[in-house]
């Protein structure tokens, strides 16, 4: 079955660590994103990318990095600058810019 | 920023009856979605209606688009309890070329109390 594949699905992360949270997609879709959730909030954009090697950032990238080598695969870190880390993070892809989005079903990364 | 509003933020309704739930975005827009997120989960896209077009459907639900007042409309007709989730608008625009962002708003949380 095709479908984006986020792991781990529970991340903690002690103070001045970096992690890498993994998203992977087998939909041949070019456009991947990152979004982070707060409780009772909605989604906010961190980084997109349109193309393989290429990516830009959303609206609250600073302390966080990604990287697209493959069009399969963008993986989102969460640097020690990113001074509220413990959200739910959520990758999602889509194939065409009239097409909805296909989303994983999340990594929830605490600080401890 | 966010570019989607949901009214109201909390709705909890009768099973069988209709839900209604509302969106207003701020900038011009390239297409318009909805998705349901039940808790903890990933969100599933329900629908998709273009700038060009004014209302659509799919099974139980009914999407409006009025793009000289910004503003969306999901129906859920004849709800049921597994129709309890938070549902979210999200707005694609062009950010430059060919790179389009989808932006959300902070959703509405239906409940569907048997």
């Known amino acids: 079955d095709g479908g984006i594949t986020q792991s781990p699905k529970y991340l903690f992360r002690k103070e001045g660590q970096n992690v890498t949270l993994s998203c992977e997609q087998n939909l041949n879709h070019d456009a991947m994103y990152w979004y982070r959730q707060d409780p009772g909030q909605g989604l906010r954009l961190i980084y997109y990318?349109?193309?393989?090697?290429?990516?830009q950032k959303g609206d609250i990238a600073e302390g966080y990095s990604v990287s697209r080598e493959k069009k399969e695969s963008f993986p989102l870190t969460v640097t020690s600058a990113q001074k509220n880390p413990t959200a739910f993070y959520l990758c999602?892809?889509?194939?065409?810019?009239?097409?909805?989005?296909?989303f994983g079903s999340g990594t929830r990364l605490t600080v401890v | 920023s966010q570019q989607g509003e949901e009214d109201p933020q909390a709705l909890s309704i009768q099973e069988g009856e209709n839900a209604t739930m509302n969106c207003s975005y701020k900038?011009?827009?390239?297409?318009l979605q909805w998705y349901r997120q039940n808790s903890g989960r990933g969100l599933v896209h329900l629908i998709l209606i273009r700038s060009n077009e004014r209302e659509k459907h799919s099974g139980r639900l009914r999407v409006t688009l009025d793009t000289s007042k910004k503003s969306s409309s999901l129906l859920i007709t004849a709800s049921r309890a597994a129709d309890t989730a938070s549902y979210f608008c999200?707005?694609?625009?062009?950010?430059?070329?060919?790179?389009?962002?989808?932006?959300f708003g902070k959703g509405t949380l239906l409940t569907v109390n048997p």
């Open positions: 999602a892809s889509r194939s065409g810019a009239g097409y909805g989005y296909t």
């Open positions: 990318s349109q193309i393989v090697n290429d990516f």
């Open positions: 900038t011009s827009i390239n297409n």
């Open positions: 999200a707005t694609v625009q062009n950010s430059g070329g060919s790179n389009y962002k989808l932006t």
